[in-house]
C-alpha cells in the first residue's frame, strides 16, 4: 500500500516538475525577446556608424544587413570629431560635457542642502514649504518654457553656458529626493552631534552627506540624463555655436535636401557614451537606491 502510495506522488511530481521547467523557458525566451528589441536599435545605430556610404545605411534599414558591417571604418567619427569647422561637433561634445557637469555638480549642493533644511531645519513652516515643493513637480516644464526665455534674455543671458545651467539647477523632484532620504536617517545622529557642539552646517556636511551617497548617485544619475537630453531649450537660448550642445547640433543633419545618416549615427554613439560613463561610475548607489525604495515601499 505504501509502495502505491509514493508511485503516486513521484507522478504527481513529475508533472509539476515539468510545467516549473517549461514556465521558466517560457520567462527566458520572453526575457530574450524583450532585450533583443531593447538592444537591437544600439546595435543597428552603432553598426550604422562604422558604415560610410549613408545611401547604404538607408538602403540596409529594414533588413538584417542593417546589423551587419563588412567593411567598418571610423571615417564618420574623424569627420564629426573637429573642434572647428562645419562639423564641429567634438565642440559641441565638450560644450554638452561643461554643461552637464555643472548642472550636476551645482544641482547636488543646491537641492541636496535644501532638502537637508526641509528634513532637520529649524525654518518655520517647513510642512508646507514641502507642499509647495511637491506642487511646483507636477507642473510641466514646457508650461513656463517661453516666461522663463523672456526672463533670461532681458537678463543678458542667452547664448551662454550659464542659461543652459542656472534655471535647471534647483529640481522639486530633486529636493523631495533628498528630503525623503534625510528624513529617514535616525533623529540619534543629529541630536548626537548638536550635543557635541556641531552647526548645521557641518551636520550636514559631515555625517549626512556622507552618509548619502545612494540618494546622490541617484540625483547624478537623473539630473545628468535630464541635462544631456535637453533639446528645446537650448534651440531657445542658443544662436551660435559657442555653448550649443550636441543633442542640437545632431539636428543639423536632417536637412530639407538630405540627410546624413553616416555622420549622424557617428554623432549619436559619442553623445551616449559620457552619460554611460556617468551611469558606470554610479550604478553601485543608484542600483542600491531603488532597490531600498523598493523594499520600503
Same mark, same amino acid.
Given at each position: 500500500?505504501?509502495?502505491?502510495?509514493?508511485?503516486?506522488?513521484?507522478?504527481?511530481?513529475?508533472?509539476?516538475?515539468?510545467?516549473?521547467?517549461?514556465?521558466?523557458?517560457?520567462?527566458?525566451?520572453?526575457? %530574450?525577446?524583450?532585450?533583443? /528589441?531593447?538592444?537591437?536599435? +544600439?546595435?543597428?545605430?552603432?553598426?550604422?556608424?562604422?558604415?560610410?556610404?549613408?545611401?547604404?545605411?538607408?538602403?540596409?534599414?529594414?533588413?538584417?544587413?542593417?546589423? &551587419?558591417?563588412?567593411?567598418?571604418?571610423?571615417?564618420?567619427?574623424?569627420?564629426?570629431?573637429?573642434?572647428?569647422?562645419?562639423?564641429?561637433?567634438?565642440?559641441?561634445?565638450?560644450?554638452?560635457?561643461?554643461?552637464?557637469?555643472?548642472?550636476?555638480?551645482?544641482?547636488?549642493? /543646491?537641492?541636496?542642502?535644501?532638502?537637508?533644511?526641509?528634513? &532637520?531645519?529649524?525654518?518655520?513652516?517647513?510642512?508646507?514649504?514641502?507642499?509647495?515643493?511637491?506642487?511646483?513637480?507636477?507642473?510641466?516644464?514646457?508650461?513656463?518654457?517661453?516666461?522663463?526665455?523672456?526672463?533670461?534674455?532681458?537678463?543678458?543671458?542667452?547664448?551662454?553656458?550659464?542659461?543652459?545651467?542656472?534655471?535647471?539647477?534647483?529640481?522639486?523632484?530633486?529636493? *523631495? %529626493?533628498?528630503?525623503?532620504?534625510?528624513?529617514?536617517?535616525?533623529?540619534?545622529?543629529?541630536?548626537?552631534?548638536?550635543?557635541?557642539?556641531?552647526?548645521? *552646517?557641518?551636520?550636514?556636511?559631515?555625517?549626512?552627506?556622507?552618509?548619502?551617497?545612494?540618494? +546622490?548617485?541617484?540625483?547624478?544619475?537623473?539630473?545628468?540624463?535630464?541635462?544631456?537630453?535637453?533639446?528645446? &531649450?537650448?534651440?531657445?537660448?542658443?544662436?551660435?555655436?559657442?555653448?550649443?550642445?550636441?543633442?542640437?547640433?545632431?539636428?543639423?543633419?536632417?536637412?530639407?535636401?538630405?540627410?546624413?545618416?553616416?555622420?549622424?549615427?557617428?554623432?549619436?554613439?559619442?553623445?551616449?557614451?559620457?552619460?554611460?560613463?556617468?551611469?558606470?561610475?554610479?550604478?553601485?548607489? *543608484? /542600483?542600491?537606491?531603488?532597490?531600498?525604495?523598493?523594499?520600503?515601499?
Amino acid at each position: 500500500m505504501s509502495d502505491l502510495v509514493l508511485s503516486t506522488a513521484q507522478v504527481e511530481v513529475k508533472p509539476a516538475r515539468s510545467a516549473i521547467g517549461s514556465l521558466r523557458t517560457v520567462q527566458t525566451a520572453c526575457i %530574450l525577446i524583450v532585450a533583443l /528589441v531593447i538592444v537591437s536599435p +544600439l546595435l543597428m545605430l552603432f553598426v550604422a556608424s562604422l558604415k560610410d556610404d549613408r545611401f547604404q545605411i538607408l538602403a540596409d534599414m529594414g533588413s538584417f544587413r542593417a546589423f &551587419w558591417v563588412s567593411d567598418p571604418t571610423l571615417s564618420n567619427f574623424q569627420e564629426v570629431g573637429n573642434f572647428s569647422g562645419q562639423l564641429a561637433f567634438g565642440r559641441y561634445l565638450v560644450n554638452s560635457l561643461i554643461i552637464l557637469a555643472s548642472t550636476v555638480g551645482f544641482g547636488l549642493i /543646491v537641492n541636496s542642502m535644501a532638502g537637508f533644511v526641509l528634513a &532637520w531645519g529649524s525654518l518655520r513652516g517647513r510642512a508646507l514649504i514641502l507642499s509647495l515643493v511637491i506642487a511646483l513637480y507636477v507642473i510641466p516644464q514646457e508650461s513656463i518654457i517661453m516666461p522663463l526665455v523672456i526672463m533670461v534674455s532681458r537678463a543678458g543671458m542667452t547664448d551662454t553656458f550659464a542659461v543652459q545651467i542656472v534655471p535647471w539647477v534647483a529640481s522639486p523632484l530633486y529636493i *523631495f %529626493l533628498f528630503y525623503q532620504f534625510f528624513a529617514q536617517l535616525p533623529k540619534e545622529l543629529f541630536e548626537a552631534a548638536q550635543i557635541d557642539g556641531a552647526s548645521v *552646517f557641518r551636520i550636514y556636511r559631515s555625517i549626512f552627506l556622507p552618509l548619502s551617497l545612494p540618494a +546622490l548617485a541617484t540625483v547624478s544619475i537623473l539630473m545628468g540624463i535630464e541635462a544631456w537630453n535637453q533639446y528645446l &531649450w537650448p534651440i531657445l537660448v542658443t544662436q551660435t555655436d559657442y555653448a550649443r550642445p550636441i543633442a542640437v547640433a545632431i539636428a543639423t543633419f536632417f536637412g530639407q535636401d538630405s540627410i546624413y545618416w553616416d555622420r549622424a549615427m557617428a554623432a549619436s554613439v559619442l553623445m551616449m557614451i559620457p552619460i554611460l560613463v556617468l551611469y558606470l561610475a554610479f550604478q553601485r548607489w *543608484f /542600483v542600491s537606491s531603488f532597490v531600498g525604495s523598493a523594499v520600503k515601499g
